[in-house]
């Protein structure tokens, strides 16, 4: 008895492996559509999460700035009112203004009075800076997950100089504290400005972020 073959649906056959096929690819691109989805719902959300922090940090940072920038200016005038004797001999309308413009940073103990209109004031100062607790927990959050490589190379660049700003500014901070712990006048003046000139630059690096971070989307 001769030995027959079946015929072959070979029609059929390629159409099971054209459905495994698009079935597989199908499969393949909804997992990564997926994957797509929920990156860029992580990097949005971490995005905001950084908007925030940067927003709090510009309202303590403005508010701070202008208290402790008192100081220099503070001292600065107060040497101006001084003689060749290291002495404060002024009119009381002129001492009262000084101490009316530094209400927090100087009282008056006791005035004598030396002629002409004029008297000797004696004064306490009071020195207070004021703590500016500057966080970085959303963008050390955003480093920890590696969502932030998904930022995009500018939007990255301009977050990390932000940051790195953002700790020169405490550690000069740290160093005033340090200071005005010695009672050294001349060091917490000293860094003081500089600060100053670290914390406007820092300002203007939040408001330019916090303006433009849609384009880190």
């Known amino acids: 008895m001769p030995f027959k073959l079946k015929h072959i649906n070979w029609k059929y056959i390629f159409g099971e492996i054209l ?16 994957a797509s989805r929920a990156i860029q719902k992580n990097k949005e959300i971490a995005l905001t999460k ?8 510009l309202e303590q940072l403005a508010e ?17 009112l001084k003689n060749d004797e290291d002495e404060l001999l002024l009119t009381p309308q002129r001492w009262n203004a000084f ?8 009282e008056t103990i006791d005035s004598v009075s030396v002629g002409n209109g004029k008297y000797k004031y004696e004064g306490d100062t009071t ?32 977050l990390q100089g932000i940051y790195h700003t953002q700790n020169l500014v405490k550690s000069e901070l740290k160093k005033a504290t340090e ?7 001349d060091d917490l003046i000293r860094v003081l400005n500089f600060m100053g ?6 300002e203007n690096q939040y408001r330019d972020m916090i303006e ?3 384009n880190c989307e």
């Not at 950084?50 to 940090?57: R, S, Y």
């Not at 703590?131 to 959303?138: F, G, Q």
């Open 50 to 57: 950084i908007k925030v922090e940067l927003e709090a940090n």
């Open 99 to 106: 101490v009316n413009s530094y209400p927090d940073l100087i």
């Open 19 to 34: 459905l495994l096929f698009v079935g597989i690819n199908l499969a393949i691109w909804f997992n990564d559509w997926n």
């Open 197 to 202: 000139q670290l914390e406007e630059q820092l």
């Open 64 to 80: 701070n700035h202008t208290e402790n920038q008192k100081i220099p200016k503070f001292f600065q005038e107060l040497d101006s």
């Open 212 to 214: 433009n971070i849609g």
């Open 179 to 185: 200071a005005l712990g010695n009672k050294s006048i």
């Open 127 to 158: 020195i207070f800076l004021e703590i500016t607790d500057l966080s970085n927990i959303a963008w050390e959050i955003s480093k920890s997950t590696g969502i932030f490589h998904e930022f995009g190379y500018d939007c990255l660049y301009e």
